[in-house]
């Protein structure tokens, strides 16, 4: 019987070690427009890409997955919620609304649609970064500053993590904007991670 115990016992061990190890990683979504898809970057040089170096670096076991596209308004975001949904991300950083400052769409346009995005998002039960950004100064001050006010008053509204300004720990850095004067350079790139991190570490789990 002691025999016929210990076989069993070390079978369900066996069975319990090999679930752990075939565990999948937590998901993290990076759902954005150009500066998430790494436009003008050569493959892994992407701040998703930089993002998922230093989450592996300190031990947090996520698989980053980069959702972005070029030329993408809050309206396309929109379109893509499901396929974003069908992915079971356990987080998503959500950067949206710089096309849609730079082409003047309506403020009011803006901000349904990230509304609607970070309400399907919350109400899934996914942690959320909403990562903004500001506009250039020839787009008038009035203009600017609704637009920016617009990304805090719906982070407060969701409780959503917020990093008001992706681009703030590099727009005085040398090297980090590509010649559009836009899109991030790889050393941007890895920047941005940067000033991602300390907002997204408390929606993230270390360990299996």
Do not use: W
């Given at each position: 019987m002691d025999v016929r115990r210990?076989?069993?016992?070390?079978?369900?061990?066996?069975?319990?070690?090999?679930?752990?190890?075939?565990?999948?990683?937590?998901v993290l979504v990076c759902f954005g427009d150009s500066i998430t898809a790494g436009y003008g970057l050569t493959d892994g040089l992407s701040f998703p890409d930089a993002l998922q170096r230093q989450l592996d670096?300190?031990?947090?076991?996520?698989?980053?997955?980069?959702?972005?596209?070029?030329?993408?308004?809050?309206?396309?975001?929109?379109?893509?919620?499901?396929?974003i949904l069908r992915l079971h991300p356990q987080a998503v950083i959500v950067e949206f609304g710089g096309n849609d400052g730079l082409r003047g769409l309506p403020l009011a346009q803006?901000?349904?649609?990230?509304?609607?995005?970070?309400?399907?998002?919350?109400?899934?039960?996914?942690q959320v970064l909403l990562a903004g950004i500001t506009l250039p100064p020839n787009y008038g001050p009035d203009y600017i500053q609704s637009f920016n006010q617009l990304f805090s008053s719906l982070a407060t509204k969701h409780h959503a993590a917020f990093v008001p300004m992706?681009?703030?720990?590099?727009?005085?850095?040398?090297?980090?904007?590509?010649?559009?004067?836009?899109?991030?350079?790889?050393?941007?790139?890895?920047?941005i991670a940067h000033t991602l991190l300390p907002a997204l570490r408390p929606l993230l789990r270390k360990g299996q």
């Amino acid at each position: 019987m002691d025999v016929r115990r210990t076989f069993l016992v070390s079978i369900c061990l066996l069975i319990l070690a090999s679930r752990v190890v075939a565990a999948p990683p937590r998901v993290l979504v990076c759902f954005g427009d150009s500066i998430t898809a790494g436009y003008g970057l050569t493959d892994g040089l992407s701040f998703p890409d930089a993002l998922q170096r230093q989450l592996d670096a300190q031990g947090y076991h996520y698989k980053v997955v980069n959702q972005g596209t070029s030329g993408a308004t809050t309206k396309d975001a929109v379109a893509s919620l499901p396929s974003i949904l069908r992915l079971h991300p356990q987080a998503v950083i959500v950067e949206f609304g710089g096309n849609d400052g730079l082409r003047g769409l309506p403020l009011a346009q803006t901000r349904q649609n990230l509304d609607q995005v970070l309400t399907a998002l919350v109400g899934a039960h996914i942690q959320v970064l909403l990562a903004g950004i500001t506009l250039p100064p020839n787009y008038g001050p009035d203009y600017i500053q609704s637009f920016n006010q617009l990304f805090s008053s719906l982070a407060t509204k969701h409780h959503a993590a917020f990093v008001p300004m992706i681009y703030k720990d590099l727009v005085h850095v040398p090297g980090t904007i590509q010649q559009d004067g836009i899109h991030p350079t790889a050393k941007g790139s890895e920047i941005i991670a940067h000033t991602l991190l300390p907002a997204l570490r408390p929606l993230l789990r270390k360990g299996q």
